[in-house]
């Protein structure tokens, strides 16, 4: 993430949307039970909040800095350094895993492709992969990007995308931000 990107990310207004907008709108109706993974909490905003609903949780960032933050900021969470697209644990580890606003951070498709895989592993039986992403419209979303990676999950063939990794049930919302929910079969 470049330096503006970093700064916003750990400011007091992203903080507000997280609590009070994006995170409700991504576990509305989901039940996320005992063991949650979050993928790419950056410096633990979104970690912070989901400790609150999370009995047990578990955070993976790529960014040493970031990862230290998370883990300095939400000493409750279990904060692992590592790449999201090639996970670390064992097969059916997690009853949820949740990703917010991190996919677009992906170099491409294709790695987006195999973290959805990575995911669908490290699930449970009948466990939730839920999360949201940026569309990537407005200036505001290409200057706070300006020199990082954007690579943007169209809408239409998230849910394709989904069911080919192996999840079920995808339910995709499009509107100022793409929410979606998919379980791995029980």
């Given at each position: ?63 040493p800095t970031l990862a ?37 951070h992906l170099p491409g ?78």
């Amino acid at each position: 993430m470049n330096r503006f990107h970093r700064y916003y990310c750990a400011s007091p207004r992203w903080a507000r949307l997280v609590q009070t907008a994006l995170v409700p709108a991504v576990l509305e109706g989901t039940e996320l039970d005992r063991r949650v993974l979050e993928l790419g909490p950056g410096p633990g905003l979104t970690t912070e909040v989901l400790a609150g609903v999370a009995s047990e949780l578990t955070a993976i960032e790529i960014d040493p800095t970031l990862a230290r933050a998370t883990r300095n900021r939400v000493p409750a969470a279990h904060v692992v350094q590592g790449d999201a697209t090639r996970l670390p644990f064992a097969d059916a580890t997690f009853s949820a895993v949740v990703c917010l606003t991190m996919l677009h951070h992906l170099p491409g498709p294709e790695l987006q492709d195999r973290l959805f895989a990575e995911v669908h592993r490290v699930l449970g039986p009948g466990g939730v992969f839920c999360g949201s992403d940026s569309p990537g419209r407005g200036l505001r979303f290409r200057l706070i990007h300006l020199g990082d990676n954007k690579t943007v999950v169209d809408p239409a063939t998230l849910g394709a995308r989904l069911h080919t990794a192996g999840f079920e049930q995808a339910r995709i919302r499009a509107g100022s931000r793409i929410v979606f929910h998919a379980h791995r079969p029980r």
